[in-house]
């Protein structure tokens, strides 16, 4: 099923681009669970377009409103549902999509799933817009998971050849372009500015930390912790890999640098290094999770490109109008910390199932 | 759940290194489908210990006995169930991990979750040993991939700091050190044989690829063929990273670059290039499907290593006795190569409920 | 998880009676598949309440609106949802039930569930308005089966102690009070006008035939046609029982009259008689599908009721204001065809798995 | 999928009448938690074959190995795998039945189905003797219940057409024809033996109570407790029809009549009648869930039937060779407590995760 996730919770999630609405339902919030809808919508608002330079002028209110699952502010044990209308769906925009798919996105496949039964308008389910309900599910597991003492942190790590410096160890939420050096910041934006004059994107990679998590967390094979975070974070748009630790970078190593040492700190059992990104046979060990998710470049580019119109089967060029992202990353980056948050809340559930 | 995958077939392991057996039950296999077993075993002798110099001198019979869902070759529609018997179990070698996890194993974390219950014997249910069900599972799926024109290859990419050369295009099965460039091949083995020499191991790369896939296979969102892979890969011991096409190196590409552009060859709609690995939006677009998968170095290493006694709390040294694959990457490409499969046959099954 | 079904389908059900609004998700309908509209609202109009003597005064629109799923009357692959507002939801007539729970309602368990949390006005998600949705899912469901040839059919099989007359063999859906015999069906509603009018309610039994099935549809085990129709009908509020053919009857025959014996039709093999309900190791076997189900009588009566004050645990007598149906069988006859549709119509897509 | 059961849990029952083995795969079991293994194995007795004058002469020694899951009697976390060999599997017995349908079996529709790739010996994965790995894995559940102070009874209610008296209190475990007055249960001996002289079969009713349940186990709508026990208890072969409480004889009550009115007892909040057999909502209310559960007489039966021959389309007689239970119901009773088992445990399960 293709937009449904979880084990002990249930994110479904629906809607398209120019569907009404979209939105997201999410079984096995406990009853009684309290949100702070401000601080939710705070977290929301860091993925909503239209807030600066890099992003898409496409502008609506993305206020969600929950239909089910709430008495007042607390969770009652329904399911919690929540909508948000689509409100500026110009369909006409999209309209020789129909036909002519663009490189990169989901237009030639849908074609081939649905049979000419897809929404092609602003890329139908496909549209990075059903990041909202996913930041949604996300920001309320965030909130639940905050109440436990774990915090979900990322960072911009690169964008296109420019990497981050410094040691991400506490949350950059306030910032609008997070990374830990505000130098390498910039050079970032300028390689995103010189890409949108270019009528080109850049991509980039966020790494993401969960702070304060137990040990213990996880199964062992499908169930472990890397296996659940890659099952959602697959799900954000434009995600081609992502990595645990030292990930690719571990390949390349021997067993005598990659293997983190144990030792005693504060009276408890922690490793020197964190090379297994705290994961090890998928349960967390008590360290930091860490965790890289590499996007590509924005798929919609203002140059001209190359395509096929399928129903004549001609080679035809295609230019995409209106204003896109030239670069992604900035947006997706609370989609993967809501990612890592519904995983981690999920595997934290399934924990309680263990107590004898 | 741990141990299970799968939307449309379902398969569970089952086992612990020194338990009496190991074992697999795939559940939504075709009744009819023949299984061809002197092919299965070949394939399953890929990944077994004990053939070379690279790997661990445990030899055992490892023959599964299916004691369900077959008459005669067939499969008849009851869950197909093998076991493989544990027979060379010396579990005394292992008593010394009672209190001292070793670095890079799931000692301590199983320690964690299970309080002192787990079978620490072997590595218990974590074992690499508990792939050869999943290769029984996976080669099963591979004979009806092909039955379909659908083949899965695969590679070693790279040893430690060596990289393969020239393009995946062929299977390399009848390769016992299954590179393209011979010549690197040997460089990669003398990396081993040096890891081996000085205690210590190497990691890896496996690059995979499924050839003859109709596009439409997958769904979006979390069904996505990317999540499928991922969550199925992350079950394979010592996994810290896939990537699908250009993965990691997208995120430093120009979209005008990754971008795959259509065009039509042979009367059909292809792209030029093929940098998002035959899948967009989730969903197969009919080029060979590829993804990269990082091994990090084999944990068990003859060096001493640091580790803490889990009673005492004391920091003590650590050696692990007996031999142990200073690489398991040859080893463990064929797991890849299973893992793929499983997850390709899961969602074409998918795809057949989709025809109206 | 409470409010998912489905194996192939998946049915998500939310809201609450006094919620924003209620509705569903409906995963895995085959793009490209069409919604006649008009028929679908026919359909759920037969389950609405306000429209006869026998239901509740509670008027509403409930017309759903579809926010994601379709373009125009036509599915487009995306997940089904649409939503049905809540518009008549005086939230003061149910405070009392905060303390003082209902017999034969959910009040008292959904505080030891919830622990207060739970939304106590209107039923909360136990309210039998959520059944709204379940039609909705179903009357798709229905329309697809219509194409196949399969057809639903239901009866009023007994209200209190009057029994239906005569065997059901086509549709009754023009009858708003659907008994083969119109003079048995007068008498049922003599029993329903004589519980109104002494304070009381009564239950009944719903007879469901499911015609145009082909063979070989279910699982053996907990996939039988049994399992799945037995786990969405008691999702209906106050089913307490399912027999599937000659049910409990059976119990009491000699194998030598239970059996069906096998016989040749128009060149078909079918059974002489049908006491196994066309289900034969949970599987179908041809005949009509039947089942009954066991309605018990509504709960919410005039008449003064025991009930415990759950905070100061006091005896205390309920009196529950407002109109209820007293009988509640003829708007539950349509959820029992929905249920059977959305049951059957998943065993259809899993049976497209199976061929070769 | 066919064989799999549960949501917090997870049973899979594999092999055939006469495979190698049968068996069961169950995740989710604590670690820790310790297996009395006489005690499990005295369970499973009650429902072996050979025991009595009712049973069939097919005797095995249907002891359980355990492969994997366990460190001597404690569950160690990994998935709990047992086999049982299939030792006295005399195939040729059933050859006739690869044309010729045993009417009341599976034989036909499993042709239907699997299109001649089914193990017609035996009954294949049809047999009843798959409901042995079902009490092994209800067995242990029973067991960890028990250390919850959670009890499962149960009686046979019927024979044919005589009832049990009076009023299941207590375990009948040590009966060998569990009911509670012994003068009915030497009456419906009566009945099973005369059905045998005729070359016949009768069919019964257990009724079952779980005792000792904390109200707030089970969810709305389709997680209800009895969706769960009906979802499993169907599973059992020859079920056909499930009660729960008054069930069918609800239907003919008047909600004055049926409604359970609350009371207090010992300072707990009760019901004085217990016709919604403890369920309300789909959630426990503290009191003994009840439900009954019809089996039809047993279809093998020795006078000779009608039947059609597959191939030739040629209406025959089938004469049913080989020794029969005359009345499967003695046997089918711990079958029903170990569904029940499963139900309830997985229930309990999933009520951890709602702590907050």
């Known amino acids: 099923m ?188 300028e390689r995103i500015a010189a890409a949108r004059a270019g009528g080109d994107s850049v991509g980039g990679v966020v790494e993401c930390r969960v702070l304060g998590l137990p040990a213990g967390l996880g199964d062992p094979m499908f169930g472990g912790m890397e296996n659940r975070i890659a099952a959602i974070v697959f799900g954000i748009p434009a995600v081609k890999g992502v990595e645990f630790g030292a990930g690719f970078s571990a390949a390349r190593m021997r067993g005598s640098v990659n293997n983190d040492p144990f030792c005693v700190r504060d009276g408890r059992i922690e490793t020197l290094t964190n090379n297994c990104g705290g994961i090890l046979g998928g349960i967390t060990d008590g360290m930091p999770l860490t965790f890289r998710v590499a996007f590509k470049p924005t798929p919609s580019i203002a140059r001209a490109q190359r395509s096929v119109n399928m129903e004549t089967l001609e080679e035809q060029t295609l230019e995409i109008r209106g204003r896109h992202d030239p670069c992604i990353v900035p947006r997706a980056l609370p989609c993967v910390e809501a990612a890592a948050a519904l995983a981690v809340y999920d595997a934290l559930l399934g924990r309680k199932k263990e107590a004898r």
Do not use: W
Request: glycine residues 12%; contains cysteine; charged residues 25%.
């Open 2 to 189: 293709s937009s449904t996730y979880g084990e002990n919770i249930r994110l479904s999630i629906f809607g398209q681009s120019h569907s009404p609405a979209i939105g997201m339902t999410l079984e096995g919030i406990p009853a009684g669970s309290r949100i702070d809808f401000d601080r939710l919508y705070r977290f929301m608002e860091r993925r909503a377009p239209g807030k600066n330079e890099y992003s898409t002028a496409r502008r609506e209110k993305d206020m969600p409103e929950f239909i089910s699952g709430l008495v007042g502010d607390t969770v009652c044990g329904a399911p919690l549902t929540a909508i948000i209308r689509n409100t500026d769906t110009r369909s006409q925009d999209y309209s020789g999509l129909r036909v002519l798919p663009r490189p990169g996105h989901a237009d030639f496949t849908a074609q081939m799933k649905y049979g000419g039964a897809q929404d092609y308008a602003g890329g139908g389910h496909f549209s990075g817009r059903l990041t909202a309900p996913l930041c949604l599910a996300g920001g309320i597991c965030l909130q639940l998971l905050a109440g436990e003492g774990i915090s979900v942190i990322a960072r911009i790590a690169s964008v296109a050849d420019v990497d981050d410096e410094g040691e991400l160890s506490e949350s950059l939420a306030e910032k609008s372009f997070p990374t830990v050096s505000d130098k390498r910041g910039a050079l970032m934006r």
